[in-house]
């Protein structure tokens, strides 16, 4: 048996049981399938409402016409955060919520959120501090606190000048004369969203990617009938209720099946750039103004990285096909570098994201900050809900209050468990690991896997991209064990390395592409297809960050798996 046998051998053996392993498996159950409620949409929110209605013992599938969590829940800040801006718009109760939730899925996911400190520096004007400025903030962190940020164990806390500088020593200090920082918590948005997915799947949800719904019947009998396009052919599934969780594509998808919304949505577009954090070299995240509007911009820790974002604009522009513009670009280093020493440039960017929020209009404001980050839960026609809004935090009661509406039209009476119910993963003891630990932050419980996956060969345990940490082993877990079908599904979704450091892998993009591909035994033929699909979503993914690469260094891990 040769070494590429040998992988593939143990690569199956270890996700024999993981529950996204067997996406030919899913497929079959779904064909010609009937159900009580059909989920369109793989995004956090169409898994959400999967999980709680498998949970209260409906029978379930969803179906995701690009890959999961290829729209707004991988493209978001990566916050869990209560929503302390809110609360200069008077929305106490949406902070409240926001809180409540955030300290369920802390309880919850132990291994997929943590802690994250963040710093507000208070500017000087002519000198000194503006009193009222200091004395307004400290209040309304206290209000945040009482809210329900206490949940954490963490209070907000003033800090000195040279605090906030020691915090982020990249700051230029003579216009800050000192800060405040208070807590809340960040989270991979795609991880959540598989763990959300396995722990539905585990319960007996059908889930399937790369499967889009193309048609829905009228209700007939007490069931529609849905057309599924996947894999070259169309099949048929049959339900008792219809979900359409599919964020800014909601009216699209109303509308594709010939229902009509008075719901307005107004998708406002968030991006995000790269850098390496040894130009910032903050320890927490900070927020800081925007000259030219009311908005900031955070500048965000992310292990080799930072990111800062974002935008959020409502300018007309295609949800399907978010790329980082000149404009957005501008923005944020005319936004950041006014607070640095050392100005940053295009050269230094890593990578960059766009994507769309599904925001509710009011037709109030055109401005995206205006716009209700509440969630809506509306039945369109017999047999079909529609959910959207909300923010990544408030998932699971969006789902609880999405399903509490599928049971009243099912006639089911069933109570929502999901409050407790631990994610896919579970480790109690992810939240405590250093950072040295980084698969246990990732995979909780399937860490132990991963590490044994990466210990059968050098290369396997190579990194991917010089700066970044991720592994080959990795790429081989999502596609065997969390139904990645493709490069692209594993480097942007799964293990995040594209989204951190895609300038990198686009430019060296053949290489990275063969030790994946050998390492999984894909053919030739194989190979040379992922490099040019996962060229294709790069340049997409990156917009002018395409257009000129910064060199890569050797990779020290390229050995050949014979």
């Not at 345990?461 to 969390?482: D, Q, S, Y």
Request: charged fraction near 25%.
């Amino acid at each position: 048996m040769n070494a590429s046998a040998d992988i593939a051998a143990a690569l199956n053996r270890l996700a024999a049981d993981e529950p996204l392993a067997d996406r030919a498996a899913h497929l079959e159950r779904l064909a010609g399938g009937s159900f009580d409620l059909l989920v369109v949409g793989g995004g956090i929110t169409g898994a959400g409402v999967a999980l709680d209605a498998v949970s209260r013992g409906l029978s379930v599938a969803l179906v995701e016409g690009g890959d999961f969590a290829s729209g707004t829940s991988s493209r978001s800040s990566k916050m869990i955060h209560g929503g302390f801006r809110y609360l200069q718009t008077g929305d106490v109760a949406l902070v409240r919520e926001s809180l409540r939730e955030r300290h369920a899925l802390q309880r919850n996911a132990p291994h997929l959120v943590r802690v994250m400190p963040f710093m507000i520096p208070l500017f000087l004007k002519g000198g000194v501090i503006n009193p009222k400025l200091s004395r307004a903030l400290g209040g309304a962190l206290w209000s945040y606190q009482l809210a329900g940020a206490w949940r954490l164990g963490r209070r907000h806390k003033r800090l000195s000048h040279e605090e906030v500088g020691q915090h982020m020593p990249a700051l230029d200090m003579e216009r800050i004369g000192a800060g405040y920082m208070f807590y809340d918590l960040r989270g991979d948005d795609a991880r959540i969203v598989f763990a959300v997915l396995a722990s539905a799947a585990e319960r007996g949800a059908v889930v399937v990617n790369h499967a889009r719904c193309i048609g829905l019947s009228e209700m007939k009998h007490g069931r529609r009938t849905a057309r599924i396009e996947v894999d070259g052919t169309t099949i048929e599934v049959s339900a008792g209720m219809v979900v359409n969780a599919t964020g800014v594509w909601a009216q699209t998808f109303l509308d594709g099946v010939g229902v009509d919304s008075p719901r307005k949505l107004a998708p406002a577009k968030g991006t995000h750039i790269v850098l390496p954090i040894g130009l910032m070299r903050n320890d927490v995240a900070v927020s800081l103004p925007v000259a030219s509007d009311r908005r900031t911009v955070s500048v965000v820790d992310q292990g080799p990285f930072v990111y800062v974002g974002s935008t959020e604009t409502t300018d007309p522009a295609d949800v399907n096909e978010p790329s980082v513009t000149e404009s957005d670009l501008t923005y944020i280093l005319d936004g950041i570098n006014r607070h640095l020493t050392r100005k940053i440039t295009p050269d230094d960017i890593t990578s960059g994201w766009a994507g769309f929020r599904p925001l509710i209009a009011d037709g109030k404001s055109a401005h995206s900050s205006d716009l209700s980050r509440r969630h809506s839960i509306e039945q369109d026609a017999e047999g079909l809900i529609t959910v959207t809004g909300g923010k990544l935090t408030t998932y699971r009661e969006m789902a609880e209050g999405t399903v509490d509406a599928v049971c009243a039209a099912l006639g089911r009476k069933a109570k929502c468990t999901t409050r407790q119910l631990r994610l896919h993963g579970y480790c109690p003891s992810a939240s405590h690991l250093n950072d040295g630990e980084r698969l246990g932050k990732r995979y909780g419980d399937r860490a132990a896997k991963v590490e044994e996956l990466a210990a059968l060969s050098p290369a396997l345990a190579g990194r991917i991209t010089p700066r970044g940490e991720t592994i080959v082993a990795e790429a081989l877990w999502g596609l065997r064990a969390e139904m990645g079908a493709s490069l692209a599904d594993v480097l942007f979704r799964r293990t995040r390395i594209a989204t951190y450091d895609g300038r990198a892998v686009l430019a060296d993009v053949v290489d990275i592409a063969a030790r994946i591909g050998r390492a999984a035994g894909w053919t030739d033929n194989r190979i040379t297809a992922e490099t040019e699909t996962l060229k294709t979503a790069l340049r997409q993914e990156l917009g002018v960050l395409a257009l000129s690469l910064p060199h890569v260094a050797d990779n020290s891990s390229k050995e050949d798996i014979q």
